[in-house]
């Protein structure tokens, strides 16, 4: 199969889901702070803004290994009640229940705040028809991820999905970019891949030469400690037509 140049139009492109296409897990500060401040059963004396700090640190140490982080985002409720705990008890509180029932709170919200980003069924369709191959990737539990995309008609806009849940393996295991590649009839050269992890999305597929672009729906710009330099970087789903010369 003849790679084309980097750069040039792709004949496949795979999107990943979460905070690409749809909101779903950005800007955990606010959302965290959001849920704590409106929240009423919490221990008496517990001071809000610190459970806010402490769950965020918590949730940063939790999701830090990448082999922990492949386990337990097969089961994002549990992470959250083993965070939250861990959080209460970092403040010296002993409410388990409690932390559990405010970690299912926030997992609950976040579930109900899900929407799709501006333009995305519009940008699938445009290059739907425009004749590109299309591949959704996600990682993650097979029923939550396809919930998802139940939810929000994913499924009919592309032609394959592949989930970690149902796979048995995920981003950034190589064979994730092998079968894509595989089930697209493309090479790594005639592929791009749009997603919001700089590792999964950036990083590793561009070890197999697949172009990479950086998908910033949440506008915080390119950390100066990041693994790899995307090809493109976009801030909406539309401004990946205009990339494509579309
Ligand atoms: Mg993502």
Not at 5 to 29: H, K, N, Q, V, W
Not at 87 to 102: I, K, P, V, W
Not at 163 to 191: D, F, M, N, T
Request: aromatic letters at 8%; hydrophobic letters at 40%.
């Amino acid at each position: 199969m003849t790679a084309v140049r980097r750069g040039t139009r792709p004949r496949a492109i795979f999107f990943d889901m979460d905070d690409t296409l749809i909101s779903a897990y950005g800007r955990p500060e606010e959302a965290w702070s959001r849920t704590i401040a409106g929240y009423g059963d919490l221990p008496a004396g517990l001071d809000r803004s610190g459970l806010v700090a402490t769950v965020l640190q918590e949730a940063r140490d939790f999701w830090a290994d990448p082999v922990d982080h492949r386990h337990w985002r097969q089961n994002l409720f549990e992470a959250r009640r083993i965070v939250v705990r861990r959080a209460f008890s970092a403040l010296g509180y002993a409410e388990q229940d409690m932390a559990d029932r405010l970690a299912d709170h926030f997992s609950r919200t976040r579930e109900a705040e899900y929407r799709l980003f501006p333009g995305a069924h519009e940008t699938l369709e445009r290059l739907r028809m425009a004749g590109f191959r299309l591949a959704l990737v996600t990682n993650g539990a097979a029923a939550p991820q396809r919930a998802k995309i139940e939810r929000f008609a994913l499924a009919p806009r592309f032609d394959h999905v592949l989930i970690e849940g149902e796979l048995g393996y995920g981003k950034p295991e190589p064979q994730v970019y092998s079968e894509l590649l595989r089930r697209c009839e493309v090479g790594a050269g005639e592929a791009w891949i749009v997603g919001d992890n700089l590792e999964w999305e950036v990083a590793a597929p561009k070890r197999h030469g697949i172009g990479t672009v950086w998908a910033d729906m949440h506008k915080v710009g390119l950390p100066d400690n990041r693994p790899a330099d995307p090809d493109h970087v976009i801030t909406d789903l539309p401004e990946l037509l205009a990339r494509l010369g579309l």
